[in-house]
């Protein structure tokens, strides 16, 4: 699996749009980059994956980049509920795969 | 309606004990998978099951032992505990490309 990079931690005020960075320079044409969170104390939380279109559903956007070695995961009205660990993470699609979680984003949301 | 469950939340027991968590998901997939978060929050998969055959095991002592009595049932059970498996255990099922976790199971061996 490519190995992707994300920033230690970001501040967002509460209400405002969440923009969560990832470097996957080395992606492969058949790996899709997916994001998950883990809220404190829970189990990580599927939030959105894509191959290249950009892709929205009902809690987050995700941007990738036109060479696919970026992408932007978007909290558009970020809440404090949304404090949390995010990870990006490059991997091929299927269900037999294996996720492989780096250190993550830590993602304080500030009243 | 709980997906993905796990037994027991919490568990605290002595080196060199026996113990098993247990893990359910209603979910109807294919695949399930247990994955350990130690003490500095690194997670990592250990196993994965795929209609009740092992298709994913990592570097994992062999005191670790999944079993998977069906494709909705993947326990794992841990021979001879020792202080360095506490941690938080997490199973999670999956369908093409969302994986789905449980709570956890917070394992603490004194």
């Known amino acids: 699996d490519a190995k992707t990079t994300q920033p230690t931690s970001m501040d967002c005020a509460e209400g405002r749009a969440a923009n969560l960075p990832c470097n996957h320079s080395?992606?492969?044409?058949?790996?899709?980059v997916y994001w998950y969170r883990q809220i404190h104390s829970q189990g990580p939380q599927y939030i959105i994956h894509?191959?290249?279109n950009n892709e929205t559903n009902e809690m987050a956007s995700l941007i990738i980049t036109e060479d696919r070695k970026s992408s932007t995961l978007i909290l558009p009205h970020a809440t404090l509920r949304d404090t949390a660990v995010y990870y990006c993470i490059v991997r091929e699609g299927g269900s037999n795969y294996k996720l492989t979680f780096g250190k993550g984003t830590l993602l304080t949301v500030n009243p | 309606d709980t997906a993905v469950s796990q037994t027991p939340k919490y568990l605290v027991t002595q080196m060199g004990n026996d113990k098993s968590i247990k893990c359910e998901q209603n979910l109807g997939h294919d695949t399930m998978y247990w994955y350990k978060q130690d003490s500095k929050k690194f997670l990592k998969i250990m196993f994965s099951?795929?209609?009740?055959?092992?298709?994913i095991n990592e570097t994992v002592p062999n005191r670790f032992s999944p079993k998977s009595p069906d494709k909705a049932h993947l326990n794992l059970h841990i021979n001879s505990l020792e202080l360095g498996d506490s941690a938080v255990y997490f199973c999670a099922s999956s369908h093409i490309h969302e994986q789905y976790f449980g709570p956890g199971t917070r394992l603490t061996v004194t």
């Open positions: 894509g191959l290249k």
């Open positions: 080395t992606i492969s044409g058949n790996e899709y």
């Open positions: 099951y795929n209609n009740k055959e092992l298709i």
